[in-house]
């Protein structure tokens, strides 16, 4: 009886461990090998599915409904061909269920599978979240077929010998060689998206920047311009800017640093203002001596409490990190400013004496809280 019941599987998720969860597939067909993490956001799932720092991860949503609001391009946040190879995996609790939001331009089902990414829904998350607090966030194979037909072991051996995230410098698989510049300025209630020219102009250093990122320097009066994560310190100087931001980005900080610390160290002594966000943290807190290490479940979320040592205000924001700083790494010269009320990790810096700061969580939402859009105030008055 309970074989009649049960819907054929057509999609797997299996660990290195050879643990697997049996569901029904959605999106694209095929296989696909990354780190699974999970993510504790109630809502903006295309924004998070379109964010360059979930390269290689599979993602799974705690939130038990997804799909509601549909899709739109508006809500994409790689900016470039290369950034959209984001995350290759999405695993939901219920079947995504049908789009009815006035501004959807299509179902989550049909943008996964022209996106290329593969879908497993009717995972049991809340057993797969709990597996992952307690033993790290794995490496796995999510596959989908209508086939219905797997071979478990071959899935486990992928998963068991990819390299995973550790010494990855997947920030160079996001960078186009192209310098471009940034107008549109953040999504305001009823005029949508406008482009605005700022006063003061800065270069953003990009490792695989999130839109929104851009969008949140654009309202604080700033104008941008966004140079490959690859640019030296001499052709970033030449341009003469008023202040340098290091973007979020994917991967492991310490192998992306490898090319990327030398130039931030030549920014740092040119006396450049520098605002860092999440990788750009990471990278930031390493050029200055500090060092990065992976944690076991990271952070993923738009429901995270952080204090501000120095306002002493605690604000909710929105985190998506697998690494971070190690306070007992930092020298005297560098300050602690924030730090996560969920495991008390660090998350935020400053360089003592100058305009040099950044923070781990992501201060442009996107989704999440706007609490900490005053970064962004903070880095352009600083200029
Ligand atoms: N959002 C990010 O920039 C992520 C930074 C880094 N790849 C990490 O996982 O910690």
């Known amino acids: 009886m309970a074989d009649i019941l049960k819907p054929k599987a057509t999609a797997v998720l299996v660990f290195e461990t050879g643990d697997v969860f049996y569901g029904q597939g959605i999106g694209t067909q095929g296989e696909a090998v990354g780190e699974v993490c999970f993510n504790t956001a109630m809502t ?5 599915l379109t964010d360059p720092s979930y390269a290689a991860q599979i993602v799974c949503f ?40 006035w501004r959807s331009e299509g179902e989550l089902g049909d943008w996964l599978e022209a996106r290329g990414i593969i879908g497993i829904c009717g995972v049991d998350t809340r057993a797969l979240t709990n597996f ?15 086939t219905g037909e797997f071979d478990i072991e071959d899935l486990t051996d992928k998963a068991k010998q990819w390299g995973g995230l550790v010494g990855a410098d997947l920030a160079r698989d996001m960078i186009d060689e192209e310098t471009f510049d940034w107008r549109e300025a953040r999504w305001v209630w009823p005029k949508g998206h406008e482009d605005k020219d700022g006063t003061k102009k800065i270069v953003l250093i990009d490792y695989g920047v999130k839109r929104n990122i851009l969008r949140n320097l654009v309202s604080s009066g700033l104008s ?3 140079v490959p994560g690859t640019t030296s310190a001499e052709d970033i100087l030449a341009m003469k800017p008023d202040g340098v931001v290091l973007s979020n980005g994917p991967g492991d900080p310490a192998a992306t640093g490898e090319y990327a610390i030398p130039v931030i160290k030549d920014l740092v002594d040119a006396d450049m203002p520098i605002l860092g966000i999440c990788l750009g943290h990471q990278l930031l807190a390493a050029a200055l001596g500090g060092k990065t290490m992976k ?7 738009a429901n995270h409490p952080v204090k501000d040592y120095t306002t002493s205000k605690v604000e909710i924001v929105s985190m998506n990190h697998g690494f971070a700083v190690d306070r007992d790494s930092l020298p005297d010269t560098v300050e602690e400013t924030h730090v996560s009320l969920f495991d008390g990790s660090n998350c935020g810096i400053r360089l003592r004496g100058k305009p040099v700061f950044s923070v781990q969580h ?4 996107s989704p999440g809280p706007q609490d900490s859009f005053y970064l962004f105030e903070r880095f352009a008055e600083a200029l």
């Open 132 to 146: 992952i607090r307690v033993q790290g966030m794995p490496k796995g194979v999510i596959a989908h077929s209508e």
């Open 295 to 301: 944690m076991p479940q990271g952070h993923h979320g």
């Open 224 to 226: 941008v311009s966004v």
């Open 362 to 365: 992501h201060p442009e939402a």
């Open 62 to 101: 705690t939130f038990p409904h997804v799909g509601n609001t549909g899709t739109t391009d508006e809500d994409e946040e790689a900016t470039t061909p290369a950034s959209r190879r984001a995350a290759r995996g999405a695993i939901f609790k219920a079947n995504v269920t049908r789009a009815s939001n």
């Open 44 to 48: 903006g799932y295309q924004e998070i």
